[in-house]
């Protein structure tokens, strides 16, 4: 398959499309990367350097790529992180240029707006541009269990309050829905659980607690999660192929200490993960 990825980027460690696009090419599929911004690293050392990509360059970029004739082959659109809501518009105008091309390729939004204990760290105005704007016009959405809770308004206190919220958001718009972490009530304290849904139903899948914090892990799953949804129509299946391959990732991060993923040193897991979750219907 073919996937157009356009998010950030940093030269070491890996954030963004540093995390998301070596997975997918692993996996077999070409990935035709668009960088928002190119970064030295990740923001969450507290200092870093390098450029961030207006949006005429980004609409740049993927109009070079459309004049080689190609967006009719590609099979789908992936997005992250977005610094402002004018990149924003630029991911959504290279979407609008693939669907009319291809009208069967996909837009999986990852809709990076915060996270439980932090809550919202984007620029002003970026969550409201996710819920109103980026969330309707995709076809699949990953958000963490804040960013599913935010733009619903659905305070998630059980797998039925979370069938609600993903209920609620693929009202907005996504077919398929995937909460890349919960932790309710329901949830072990050693576990940590995902969620996934789609026309035919909602799955809860559960996987050891890692005592690993390290950024870039979500760009990860929401990658993998999408190229095996489009290979296989199942959120089920993607949802079981994702979640074992992040957690053998990050199992492997943990055991080293390190603090970025080590998402080259660990590529097996991508492949032929060593521990299988399965997904499981709620």
């Not at 350097?49 to 970029?61: E, H, K, Q, Y």
């Not at 072990?188 to 996934?196: E, G, K, T, V």
């Not at 053998?248 to 080590?262: F, H, N, Q, V, Y």
């Amino acid at each position: 398959m073919n996937i157009l990825s356009i998010q950030s980027h940093v030269a070491y460690g890996h954030v963004g499309n540093a995390s998301a696009v070596f997975p997918m090419q692993r996996l077999g599929h070409e990935v035709w990367a668009v960088n928002t911004v190119q970064f030295s690293n990740h923001t969450g050392y507290g200092a870093w350097r390098g450029p961030v990509f207006p949006a005429d360059a980004i609409c740049d970029v993927v109009t070079g790529v459309e004049e080689r004739g190609v967006l009719a082959s590609c099979d789908g659109v992936l997005s992250g992180y977005m610094g402002d809501a004018q990149t924003g518009e630029a991911i959504l105008d290279a979407v609008g240029r693939v669907k009319a091309a291809n009208p069967q390729a996909l837009y999986c939004c990852d809709p990076v707006i915060g996270d439980v204990g932090r809550g919202i760290f984007v620029r002003p105005g970026i969550p409201e541009f996710m819920r109103d704007r980026a969330v309707p016009a995709s076809d699949i959405a990953t958000p963490n269990q804040f960013e599913l809770e935010w733009m619903t308004g659905v305070e998630i206190e059980g797998f039925g309050a979370a069938k609600a919220a993903v209920a609620a958001l693929q009202a907005l718009g996504p077919r398929v829905v995937m909460v890349t972490s919960l932790r309710t009530p329901e949830t072990p304290q050693d576990s940590i659980d995902m969620l996934a849904a789609d026309g035919e139903g909602a799955w809860v899948l559960r996987t050891p607690l890692l005592p690993v914090s390290v950024n870039g892990a979500g760009d990860a799953i929401a990658a993998l999660f999408f190229v095996h949804l489009l290979e296989s129509g199942s959120a089920a299946e993607a949802l079981s192929k994702a979640a074992s391959s992040v957690y053998g990732l990050l199992k492997r991060t943990s055991e080293a200490g390190s603090r970025e993923i080590l998402t080259v040193a660990a590529q097996n897991e991508f492949v032929t993960p060593n521990r299988v979750f399965s997904a499981e219907r709620v």
